[in-house]
């Protein structure tokens, strides 16, 4: 998935307003940022729908184009870590102090590789 797939996906998507940021990462890669506004997220009455989309903010991490790394901050509450592991990626969702915090990781990047081994160890606990 490109920069430009993810945007379209998202704006289509049901989450609430936000703003984009591009910016490229300490290894030359694309980062696309999204992030709740600010004014939106603190005043739901004056925007409805506002605080209340799932993703509080997410970043995306391009590597070569492609997509390879999900970091985001979520509305909904975890009690406990949730690991899973797949043949393309690994991915966890852990308790945040507001919400939860999800990282999703390409397995064969290797710019993510410590990352994804990292999640790999704790689903092997």
Wanted: some cysteine.
């Amino acid at each position: 998935m490109s920069p430009r797939d993810v945007r379209e996906r998202w704006v289509n998507s049901a989450t609430s307003s936000g703003s984009w940021r591009v910016s490229v990462g300490p290894d030359g890669d694309t980062v696309l940022d999204w992030s709740e506004n600010a004014s939106a997220a603190s005043n739901p009455e004056r925007s409805p729908g506002a605080g209340s989309g799932p993703v509080k903010t997410a970043r995306f991490d391009f590597h070569l184009g492609m997509l390879v790394a999900i970091h985001a901050q979520l509305r909904e509450k975890t009690t406990r870590p949730i690991v899973e592991i797949t043949s393309a990626a690994a991915s966890v969702r852990e308790p945040a102090s507001e919400g939860s915090s999800l990282v999703i990781v390409a397995r064969d990047c290797p710019t993510h590789r410590g990352e994804a081994s990292a999640i790999e160890a704790r689903a092997a606990r």
